[in-house]
């Protein structure tokens, strides 16, 4: 991603993770590349609301649903990409923001991955 950007933000829940992370990025000379250690959906995703807008999300992992609070950090024209869905059928999802209240969706292939970390699962009806 470091290529194709002016910066990159990484957010990382596991400490370990981002300093091998940090490790990994000097070591391939890559400098517009920042790790943080956080919890990204802490506060309605306030570490990464304070760089917002973003030209691009990427969710490494799963969630149930894309939280309205993280699309609304897109730039116009930025895109999201998450895998969204539950066991046994999750989606590859690129959300686009067309506008500031336009946004357009598309899912193309089938696939599965963990689930992010505190991100929240939606309400289910029971008996």
Do not use: K, Y
């Amino acid at each position: 991603l470091a290529n194709l950007a002016q910066r990159v933000l990484s957010l990382e829940i596991d400490g370990a993770i981002a300093n091998a992370a940090r490790q990994n990025l000097q070591q391939a000379g890559i400098t517009n590349a920042e790790v943080r250690i956080a919890d990204a959906t802490a506060q309605h995703f306030a570490a990464c609301a304070a760089d917002a807008p973003w030209d691009a999300i990427l969710l490494a992992g799963s969630v149930a649903e894309v939280p309205a609070a993280l699309l609304n950090l897109l730039a116009p024209g930025g895109r999201l990409i998450a895998i969204v869905g539950n066991e046994p059928v999750m989606r590859a999802t690129l959300v686009t923001r067309a506008t500031d209240a336009s946004f357009s969706t598309a899912q193309p292939w089938d696939t599965i991955a963990p689930r992010l970390r505190h991100f929240a699962e939606p309400s289910r009806f029971t008996f």
